[in-house]
């Protein structure tokens, strides 16, 4: 019988994108003894997690030869696609930039690495641990990924704001239940969930926030079928100069609601909390 420390989380978690924020702003926070994997430093806020599907039921086998990657205009750092600017385009007008992407995968891009042999090898490291994890009946893993409300799908850019969040949620739902179905039958002794999460505008936005509220509103009643070892949330996109750190902050709120397994963990947070309170009221008293 194994002892577990009433204090430790015994989870993996895992990112699948769709960028590098569940990484960056949750696991190297609140989990930095977990190594980097496959899906941790990528661009996959469009194609999705229909991409990820596909990349781990092929056993990352579009990830083995260097000529697997190479240099290429995704619409998201061109503005010349198409011969016109794409108001979604993250560089100025008149930008040509190649990016390093997946043959197979090309709405999938890896701008933070070049098209080396040592990236080549990164990626296969990072895939056999994540191969390793699926394998790991010990724990229970947590896969985490976003869609971005303001990005299109399948690199469809406009010219305009792409604010179609009703097909971005209905998006975000199927191909969770997707994902869901294919680690489970893969994996079938695997203890998992899925936090599928909306990013969501920085502030209230009347094109966005109430439809993401209907959404998430009716996804909280009892469970059913489709929504079995699925979770869905939001955070809250970045800005810049966000120097109230408010979105860090919201990452921090997944954390603290759905990766806090043990329930000692909960009470001492809970008990850290309440000098705070204290405190706060005994100021509101004083100024009364």
Not at 159 to 169: F, G
Not at 175 to 198: H, M, T, V
């Amino acid at each position: 019988m194994k002892i577990r420390h009433p204090f430790i989380n015994h989870l993996n978690v895992i990112s699948l994108g769709g960028g590098c924020t569940v990484k960056t702003e949750l696991i190297r926070k609140y989990f930095p003894e977990q190594p980097a994997l496959f899906f941790d430093y990528l661009w996959n806020l469009d194609d999705g997690l229909e991409a990820c599907t596909r990349i781990i039921l092929n056993n990352f086998q579009n990830f083995q030869e260097v000529d697997d990657l190479l240099f290429y205009p995704h619409p998201k750092w061109n503005t010349y696609i198409e011969l016109k600017p794409i108001s979604l385009c993250s560089n100025l007008p008149g930008t040509i930039q190649n990016i390093l992407v997946s043959k197979s995968f090309p709405n999938i891009s890896f701008f933070h690495y070049k098209h080396t042999t040592d990236t080549l090898q990164s990626f296969k490291r990072k895939s056999e641990r994540f191969k390793k994890m699926l394998q790991d009946t010990d724990r229970q893993t947590i896969f985490l990924y976003y869609r971005q409300y303001d990005e299109p799908i399948n690199s469809v850019y406009a010219e305009r704001n792409d604010y179609s969040i009703v097909a971005k949620l209905s998006r975000l739902e199927s191909e969770s239940i997707r994902f869901r179905d294919a680690i489970e039958k893969k994996y079938p002794a695997l203890q998992f969930k899925l936090i599928a999460l909306i990013m969501e505008p920085f502030t209230f936005h009347p094109q966005v926030t109430p439809i993401i509220d209907e959404f998430l509103r009716k996804k909280s009643m009892p469970e059913s079928e489709l929504s079995r070892k699925i979770v869905y949330d939001r955070v809250l996109a970045s800005v810049p100069d966000d120097k109230a750190k408010i979105s860090s902050k919201s990452w921090g709120r997944i954390y603290q609601k759905h990766l806090i397994t043990s329930p000692l963990r909960r009470i001492g947070k809970a008990c850290l909390a309440i000098p705070v309170k204290l405190a706060k009221n005994f100021q509101q008293l004083r100024k009364r």
